[in-house]
Structures are given as C-alpha cells and as structure tokens.
C-alpha cells in the first residue's frame, strides 16, 4: 500500500523492545487524513529521516528527550510538501523541513518548521548532510574536538552521515583523519571517496592492532559515535590533552542491563586522568546556540558547492519499509545517509 | 634515628608493587651528606608531603610523570631550610618549597623552588592549602567545574586536603555542597568544621541510595578524586551539562588489570551523552597558566586570614615512619593533609 489522497499510513510503538527490537516493536496502522484548523497547514510527507537516536526514543529511560508512547506515532523529521495552509508565511506547494514523524499526513502550525521554498535542489540532504547529521558533525568536531592542523582524528562509523562528515571536515582542517567501518566496502569508499588518509575495519580481530599501526603519533580527537569495542581500542592511544565529543554509542543502543566484565570504569577514567582528555556529551540542538547553525548552513553549502565535501545517501521505498531499514542501519547494515521515500 | 648532620638518611624504591604497596616496597638507607658546587646550596628537609600521586610514580606504566627508578630516591614535595649557599637570593637559614624528594639532605641549583623567606608563618603549609593540593582543588573546580550559586557539588575524599579545598570554596561560591567520607568522624568533621551541608559515608550499605537523598536536585559539578563505587553512585544522579574535574582515583590506584564486571564503561558513556556531561582530567602544573598559580596564592590567603577556609594537618613524626603513613594514606586511614616532621 503506497501513499494515498484518502487514509493516513502510520508507523506506531507497538512494543518496548528489550535488547534489539523487532517485528512486534513497530505497527503500521492507518486512518483518516488530519483536518487543519485556523493558522495550520496539511503537511504530506515526501521524505522520512532514519537516524540512529529513534533507538532512544523506543525506551521509557531517562534520557534527553521524552520517550514515543506506546501506540504514539514514531518521532521522525521529514520532508513534506505543504498540501494546504491557513499559516502566516507558509503556502501549498512550499517544501517544509518539519518533526512530523512517520506517517503520511500532519497538520502543524509552524512551529519546528523550516521552509524550503517551492522548488528545492536536493531536498532530502536537508535530513541529512545540510540538515541535523551535518550540523552535529560540524559542532561536534569543531566546537568540542577542535582539531588542530596535523592532528590525528579518528572518526567511527565513518561511512555514516555524521562520520563522513566529520572526517571529511577534518580533512578541510589539515589534520590526519582515520575512519573505521564495518566491512571492506565501507572502508574503501571512505578512503578513495571520502578521502580519509585510512580506514580500519571494525570486524577485523586485530583490529586494536591494526588501528594502533595507523596512528603512530597516537590520537588527538576522538568522534564518539559507538562505543564498544572500537572506543577500548581508542583509549589506549590517546593522546595528552585528546578531546572526545561524544555524540553517540550505537554499539550499546541495545543493552537492557550493564554487560559482563571486565569493568573498563578504571580504564576510561584513568586514560582521562592521565592523559587531561576532555570528554564531552552533546546533543546538537541542546548544546549549542542557534547562530552556529547559521555558520553551519552558509559554511557547509559552500563545501559542497565546491565539491570539498562528499554526501551518499541511501534511499529506501516506501513507509512500510521503513522499520526494517531502521534496524538494518542499527546493526550498520546501511551504508550512507538513510531516508525513506514516503511519497 | 633520628635527622643529624653527619649522615644522609633516604628513602628509596625497593621494588615495584603488585597491587598495594608493602614492607618490601621502600627501603631506608643511609649515605654521606651530599657536598653543594659552585652555584648550588644544601638543603636541609624540615617537613615531606605524602600524597596520594606518589602511588603512581612507584609503577613503571605510562604516565603523566617519570616513575622513579628502582633504587632512586622516592620523589616528594618538601619544605627545606637552607643550610649553605653559593646560589644567588638563596642565603643559609631561609626556608624553602623544593622538589627534594624523600631525604634528609639535597643539593640544589635553584631551579624548581620557591623562597619561603627565613622566618615564615606556618611553612608546612606550603605542602597544602597553599601549596599542590590547594591549588588543585582551586583550579580544577573553578576551571573545569564551573560552579554557580545554587548548584549542587559533590566533593569525594572531603576530609582530604583536596576535597576540603573544593568543598569550603565551593561554599564561597553559593553552592550547596556534599561530601564523601570514610566513616562517621570524618562525616562529622566535613559538615561541623567545614561547613558543608552534608557528608555520606561510603562505607555504609546504602551508599548510593544516601547520596540520592542529599541530592534532592541531582548533582552539577562532581570532583571526582576516588572512582570506585563512588562514582558509580553519582552517575545516575548527574543532572543536564553536569561538569566533572577529574584529579585522581585513589580507590583505583593498586589495581594491576581490569577488575571483574559487569562492565560500567556503557553507563559512564551514556551519562555523558544523555546529560550532556563534560569530563575533563587535569594535573595541575600540565593543565594552567602560572598566573592562575598567581591569583589562587593571593585569593586563598585572604579566605584564610579571613577565616573562610579551615585546613587540617596530621603531621606525622619522623622519616622511617614515612612509607607506612603513605600505605595509610593510600587506604583512607588518613585525616586531613599528610606532612611528614623530618628534622
């Protein structure tokens, strides 16, 4: 069943997944079209963001934001094409960058909303490279790991929307940038597209080894965006005064409890101590003020109109396909930014 | 035996620790009082700091500092009265702050100490709240800590030098303030003399659900000095852009691998992404300007004069009773700042 003029398809929170989620964790459900009121508009959806934090957002813990209900549409930021408007400033035909989660239809009064205009180049990369991804992998690098000309940066899930991003940047710095990535496809298009200097594959047994072997002045700025296994291989190389912007823990979205041992705690703190890192969680749109994300739009637009910046995506049809390419990209089974064709 | 003038009393490493520190770690010795050259003076020592940082220098592992060879003299902050000089604004009689180490006699060119001049108020002092461990307290919380009033801080080790420190400045600053101790007339002393607002013990049971309940609004700086069950304790309670200085890990200091599981190195992580937590080690000569050095002298005098700030010694009698205090020390059965009465 694809998009339609006369029922809403939406994907709900069936189930709180304990551990990885499944097929009982998300429902496609259908209804009617939302009316709008006086000052809204009718949003159809033309592009749906897949992002690793909708993980998060499946689990009732304390986290920073507040949890899907259960039953409760899912959280998402789309692409939609305003359908009708009763709203100062937005008008049929506009593109919107807007939270309407995954569903067909929604109706909003334009808070949260960014206009595009009626005729947008490129609309999906504002779900990604020009849009929260970017903008994270910019902030994140710049404001908290601030490379310096020559350092090594390491960057995890380098193939993903933030990590490209990051190391990509980092290379525009003058630093030495080495990604890791899950699988030799991976590795080589972030090297012979990306153009990082290496390229480590996760999976690899040696892989602390092989990581040590490309870093032999050691690591200036680590990008977090895993954890597990790849951050102990990191620790040990560290540099004094590293920096680690943490921004994400794919690796470890899953875990219902603390894993058997051995503690790492001793080693993460004494690596901190030791060598005077500094580690610092963010969350883009928490963190850092709005005029940076102007810096961010003017800067990476630039990047990109001069081809100093290299984005993939991954396009997936159809809403009802959506669930599925969600935990394909939780387990790193997607390779670029991932986004769904709604309609 | 006691310090003479005819021989030169030393402590030095015997051999390197497995885990704790024991009988067959240090060793006294004696030898000739060493003869000052041209441009040097004799050094005689009056009082040696024990601190908690000497735990490292004993280990041949990696770290900020050279470790100390075996058979070389244990490294040591110490207060000195000059004794004879050829050494230019250093004359016979003068006290002086100098790196000798754990010795009755040294030879210095002048390099790396500080003329305390020849008739100096309370010079032990120098060894503490004026010296290392008053200014680590001082830098890392107004540095890295960030507090402001109404926060809440949690100083682990708060009978200690350094956690007093924080605490009492902490006060100055309009937080409130809790404190971690170990047993019930360390707690007493925290909030009687000290002034802070609470004070757990650790060794109780109910530690972490303790600490929760002096921490109604969460925390907002830790200063974190211990590691442990301790800080697994403050994690969940750390509240959105919490800061924390990390300064040391004595809990942690004799362990010779990772300890068993489970493994917290997912909690530590996803604290600091969820709430956004900054994370920073420092050691305090590496991480500051000197003119910071410069403003905490002239700022921590006035709080004492003007008896803002209480500081607690327990001086210790004699050089052969040195590496046991140390060993106690290391084990929490210390109370306030450790100063050893040389000569």
Redesign the interface.
């Given at each position: 069943m694809s998009q339609s003029d006369s029922t809403n398809r939406q994907i709900v929170l069936a189930k709180r997944p304990e551990g990885a989620p499944d097929g009982e964790t998300l429902r496609l459900q259908t209804g009617d079209i939302p009316k709008p009121g006086g000052g809204e508009m009718l949003l159809r959806t033309v592009y749906l963001s897949l992002d690793p934090y909708m993980r998060g957002r499946m689990s009732a813990a304390?986290?920073?934001a507040t949890p899907v209900e259960i039953g409760g549409v899912m959280t998402g930021q789309v692409v939609a094409e305003v359908m009708q408007s009763d709203c100062d400033g937005f008008k049929a035909g506009d593109f919107m960058l807007a939270p309407s989660g995954w569903q067909d239809y929604a109706v909003s009064d334009g808070t949260q909303v960014l206009n595009l205009g009626n005729e947008p180049q490129n609309p999906s990369w504002s779900l990604g490279i020009l849009g929260m991804p970017g903008y994270t992998a910019y902030a994140g690098l710049l404001q908290i790991g601030e490379p310096k000309p020559g350092e090594t940066v390491v960057v995890a899930a380098a193939s993903g929307p933030v990590g490209a991003t990051v190391g990509q940047i980092a290379k525009i710095k003058g630093c030495r940038v080495v990604g890791i990535a899950g699988g030799p496809e991976k590795c080589a298009h972030v090297v012979e597209t990306l153009g990082f200097d290496a390229c480590i594959d996760h999976r690899a047994e040696d892989f602390a080894d092989q990581l040590a072997a490309v870093c032999p002045e050691g690591i200036d700025v680590y990008f977090?965006n895993v954890?597990g296994k790849v951050?102990?291989g990191v620790l040990p190389l560290l540099n004094?005064f590293a920096r680690m912007p943490?921004?994400?823990?794919v690796a470890?979205y899953n875990?219902t409890?603390?894993?058997?041992?051995?503690?790492?705690?001793?080693?993460?703190?004494?690596?901190?101590?030791?060598?005077?890192?500094?580690?610092?969680?963010?969350?883009i749109f928490?963190?850092f003020p709005i005029s940076l994300y102007q810096e961010f739009a003017r800067e990476m637009t630039g990047w990109l109109e001069d081809g100093k910046i290299q984005y993939k995506e991954q396009m997936v049809d159809g809403l009802e396909a959506a669930p599925d390419a969600l935990y394909d990209l939780l387990e790193g089974r997607n390779f670029g930014k991932m986004v769904v064709k709604v309609g």
């Open positions: 304390k986290s920073y977090e954890g951050l102990y004094p943490v921004c994400g823990m470890w875990l409890g603390l894993p058997d041992g051995p503690d790492h705690g001793p080693q993460i703190l004494s690596t901190i101590l030791r060598m005077k890192v500094k580690v610092q969680g963010f969350i928490d963190s």
